[in-house]
């Protein structure tokens, strides 16, 4: 085999672990986009991620690729990606992924993924590498998205609960049970347009890196964009049952107007971070709109201790999966 054909089957090579971490972030956060739905009995769990599935792929048509431009060329200086860089990225993305997944920890494949790049960096040419605007945006966002979520989703709570203050709670239920179809899908449509996005980004910084697309290129090449949108619908359709529990039962009991709540919060939150091009989790926004609609109902609501150890783990994602990724990339070295 000679060298150019060596080097082009690692970059094949490295196409296919981003597919596979795409993958995994549909399976490890499709209880973000179902857990409401699932945990309020409006759909049985198969219908539920055959729905959210379908509108991770529909986002392909309706989002920008701002996501992904700022994954592919916003996060660190292009001239020092390679190969070697994007298999620790990718390595530590997937295995704090792998450990969150079991233990049933719903923590963030987005700042796993922006953790791998930072970490594959800084272990090749230091911090001085990496862009400072846009890590800085991707931190800030891990407090703003979920405080927003937050915000929004008690916000719609206080708003629903004026408006139907006369109903009658059954003839409710039976609305919200309707309605949250609608709030489902807005937020799988969010879910897919922002995460599918930074696997379209790490792809594209490695075609850029290795040659196969031109640094000048306003948008990866197009089947990068459906290979990666697919690859996230697949692994929302295999589901994550582990963490649909803790989201959709063990922060706070929902009804259908909760879960509407819930959902209608964090699409509004994922819709605004994608226009803008940043990389936020799903899980944090999700988690917020789900707390913000538990304390509106009363703080005893929501238990906080779950909630708690979510945060620790969120806390933890970008230094975890960065000295993965550090490690992958030295031992990368060695291997190819």
Known sequence: M?????????????????????????????????ATIVSTGVLKPAQAVVFAAFFNVVAIFIFKLSVAATVGKGIADPSVIDTHVVFGALTGAITWNLITWYYGIPSSSSHALIGGIVGAVIAKAGASALVAAGVFRTVAFIFVSPLLGYLLGSLMMVLVAWVFRRARPLKVDGWFRRLQLVSAGAYSLGHGGNDAQKTIGIIWMLL???????????????????CCYMAIGLGTMFGGWRIVRTMGQKITKLKPVGGFCAETGGAMTLFLA?????????????????????????????RWGVAGNIIWAWVLTIPASAFVAAVGYWVSLTVF
């Open 274 to 302: 994608t226009a803008m091009g940043v990389p936020v989790s799903t899980t944090h926004t999700i988690t917020g709109a789900i707390v913000g609609v538990g304390s509106v109902q009363r703080a005893s609501a929501v």
């Open 208 to 226: 850029m890196a290795t040659g196969y697309a031109s640094k000048t290129d306003a948008s990866p090449p197009t089947w990068t964009i459906v």
């Open 2 to 34: 000679t060298s150019v054909q060596a080097a082009l089957w690692v970059v094949v090579m490295l196409v296919a672990l981003a597919l596979i971490f795409d993958f995994m972030n549909g399976f490890h956060d499709a209880a973000n986009s179902i």
